[in-house]
């Protein structure tokens, strides 16, 4: 279904950052099996080698193990391709708010330096990944992409700054970007573990341990949570999308509804259920709410549908069973 609907893709050149992370390695799998050439920039920080494992010798894969942070490195990276979908990034408000230094240095500085390299090796579009955490202390729902807030941690900054960079280099050196800002992303590969693993697959692993999971706060804060499937899609239309009105545009990626985190982990609880009885009855803890979080979080994916042509097949219920299918093949 995907090769039919992107063929234009089969003979593009396209450069991941990030590419061994969560995000990227999904991404530079589908680009494979669209039988584009990818090439895959990661410093391994928090990518791992094993996302690579399956696509690791197939001839149109090239992994460069470099910095963002490094000028050279990204324009030896950027050389000849056509298409740049920049993930490479520190993610995590708490982490960003313990070393708000080294997530400067790695989603600011490392930024610029993606988007020199992409402006002088004359790209043709440079898709990056925004975030939902954009939107900051504004308590509008949905999300619209024009209405935004102050911000509320250090990463916050870093990705709104991307943005402001973006549009720069636009109508500075008139190089093409499309922002995507995502919300609360799931699925197959991420990681589980860490002190800044995500919720969704921390939890998972917690459950299958029969440990229980400990919800900041009472539980009523909820998120837009969004299958990787979705987000995959997203960037396939940011890449192909003829419109030049599309372009030089930011999007909510998301799929436009909210689940609370109680509402989360009953249902991690029903779907690992179907594999381990026992896990219905492990109990959920309390702690108290994590600095620099916002309540709700809710997208209006209706300027994605109407420019891009986005229409999301998998919602809560459908990408948590297939997410849970995957960490219980994969973690055991």
Not at 73 to 86: M, N, P, Q, R, S
Not at 145 to 167: D, F, M, Q, R, W
Request: glycine share 6%; with cysteine; net charge negative.
């Amino acid at each position: 279904m995907v090769k039919e609907r992107f063929p234009q893709l089969s003979s593009s050149k396209v450069l991941v950052t990030g590419g061994a992370g969560f995000i990227g390695s999904n991404l530079c799998e589908t680009l494979l099996a669209l039988e584009a050439e990818v090439i895959c920039l990661d410093n391994f920080s928090t990518g791992k080698k094993e996302n690579l494992s399956i696509f690791i010798d197939n001839p149109r894969f090239t992994l460069i193990e470099g910095d963002i942070r490094d000028l050279g490195t990204c324009h030896e990276a950027a050389k000849g391709v056509d298409f740049i979908l920049h993930e490479a990034a520190l993610g995590s408000v708490p982490r960003s708010l313990k070393d708000p230094i080294t997530s400067n240095d790695v989603n600011v500085s490392g930024f610029l330096n993606m988007l020199v390299a992409a402006r002088d090796a004359k790209v043709k579009r440079f898709i990056y990944a925004a975030s939902s955490s954009t939107y900051g202390d504004s308590e509008n729902l949905p999300k619209i992409e024009n209405v935004i807030g102050k911000p509320l941690s250090p990463y916050a900054i870093t990705k709104y700054v991307n943005e402001l960079y973006a549009e720069i280099f636009k109508n500075a050196y008139d190089l093409d970007t499309i922002g995507l800002r995502y919300f609360n992303v799931f699925g197959r590969k991420q990681d589980p573990n860490g002190a800044y693993a995500a919720v969704i697959p921390k939890f998972v692993i917690q459950l299958m341990n029969y440990e229980s999971p400990v919800i900041n706060g009472d539980g009523t804060y909820s998120r837009d949570f969004t299958y990787i499937d979705n987000v995959i899609q997203m960037n396939l239309l940011a890449l192909t999308v003829e419109s030049g009105d599309a372009l030089n545009e930011v999007y909510n990626t998301a799929f436009g509804d909210r689940t609370n985190l109680l509402e989360l982990t009953s249902l991690l609880k029903e779907y690992l259920s179907e594999y381990d009885s026992k896990i219905a009855e492990v109990p959920i803890k309390h702690g108290p709410n994590r600095p620099g979080d916002i309540p709700h979080s809710l997208a209006s994916v209706e300027k994605a549908k109407s420019k891009l042509g986005y229409d999301p097949q998998y919602d809560i219920r459908t990408g948590l069973k297939e997410a849970v299918n995957w960490y219980w093949n994969n973690l055991q």
